[in-house]
């Protein structure tokens, strides 16, 4: 891959191009100023990032997702930033000139990647209002393209223009991952978070385990969760509660969280791998959830989307004893966060 030498984060690579045109730094700042001022609702909180990236400090602050607790704001380091762009460049062998579409809103720290990445490895940049079907209205081949599971399964029909598509911010399910595999795009899961800045891993649908990015390496702790060693990104260790199987330093398969675990008459089981046996089985969305139970402690229930209904007890051939749900829950509307997780407990109270 071909980049700048060691580039900072004041640097714009000579190739960048946002909607068709060459621009500098002067010139973005100019674009990010005209944004804040006369810009549509989606082009403001990018006018905003721009002013941000090339003011004196050396960091961003960024909200994280709440996905696994309250929203907090955190700095994250702009260079850090960029050689996470680098490592993203090396993983997925993006080129200068390559086409890229940013279809992920810039509030979020995916979003402000697509930015910083176009801007470092000089990829020429289609910017498009975030929406749930982002290739609409769009005849333009892409060489790489970033996505949340919802706009991936609204895009089935158009994927046909893109050559290399990673999906986050949410799992992507087993009926969409059989749906992907028949497409000639590649198409790729990552894993990470805020605080990782985006990706540190990818894993290729229709493979099992993730493989982490260019100086990355993990281990795992006395719970069987991930610990991420990333010193270009963050200076400690980045502890998860995701528990894995972990494979070597480079490569590890997601088994669940932590937080979702049940123990159930001393049985400990993890949500998500019951769904991945259920997956396929029940048409509406759903998820694997426990309530307190006199005898076992914690039973397991099955929370489902959608109005009340009866289901075939052949869905539950697959699942050990312990796994089978003792109830059945139906909520008309999962309560979900900007990038498409399902808020398991907020939903399961509401």
């Known amino acids: ?38 810009g549509e609702d989606f082009e403001k909180p990018v006018g905003n990032f721009l002013l941000d990236w090339f003011d004196h400090k050396s960091y961003i602050e960024m909200e994280t997702s709440g996905s696994t607790g309250a929203p907090k704001t955190i700095s994250i380091s702009k260079q850090a930033m960029v050689d996470s762009a680098l490592a993203t460049g090396d993983f997925f062998d993006l080129q200068p000139g390559n086409k890229a579409l940013q279809c992920l809103p810039v509030k979020y720290v995916a979003g402000k990647m697509m930015l910083v990445r176009a801007m470092i490895l000089g990829l020429d940049l289609e910017f498009v209002a975030p929406s749930s079907h982002p ?44 749906q992907l595999l028949k497409l000639p ?20 649908l229709g493979e099992k385990a993730f493989t982490v990015l260019p100086y990355v390496t993990v281990s795992f702790d006395d719970r069987n969760c991930l610990v ?54 029940i048409s509406k969305r759903f998820f694997i959830a426990s309530k307190p139970d006199d005898e076992l402690g914690e039973k397991v229930v099955l929370v489902i989307e959608g109005e009340k209904r009866e289901l075939d007890n052949s869905i539950y ?8 749900p003792k109830e059945i829950i139906f909520i008309p509307k999962f309560l979900d966060t900007a990038t498409g997780k399902i808020l398991r407990k907020e939903t399961l109270n509401k």
């Open 228 to 281: 991420i060693h990333a010193p270009r990104i963050s200076p400690g260790v980045i502890i998860t509660n995701d528990i894995v199987e972990l494979l070597d330093e480079n490569q590890f398969i997601f088994l669940g969280r932590m937080d979702n675990v049940i123990n159930s008459g001393g049985i400990k089981l993890i949500p998500e791998q019951i769904e991945q046996k259920l997956a396929g089985k």
């Open 135 to 178: 290739l609409d209205h769009n005849e333009i081949d892409f060489d790489f393209v970033a996505m949340v599971p919802l706009q991936a399964q609204n895009s089935i029909s158009q994927l046909k223009k893109v050559k290399k598509l990673i999906i986050g911010g949410a799992a992507v399910n087993k009926t969409l991952e059989k």
């Open 1 to 38: 891959m071909e980049v700048l030498s060691n580039p900072t984060y004041e640097n714009v690579h000579n190739q960048f191009k946002l909607n068709g045109f060459h621009l500098n730094r002067e010139d973005l700042c100019r674009v990010a100023y005209s944004f804040i001022k006369e």
């Open 317 to 324: 051939e697959s699942l050990d004893k312990y796994e089978k």
């Open 185 to 204: 795009t590649k198409v790729y899961e990552t894993y990470g978070m805020t605080e990782t800045i985006t990706h540190i891993a990818a894993r290729k």
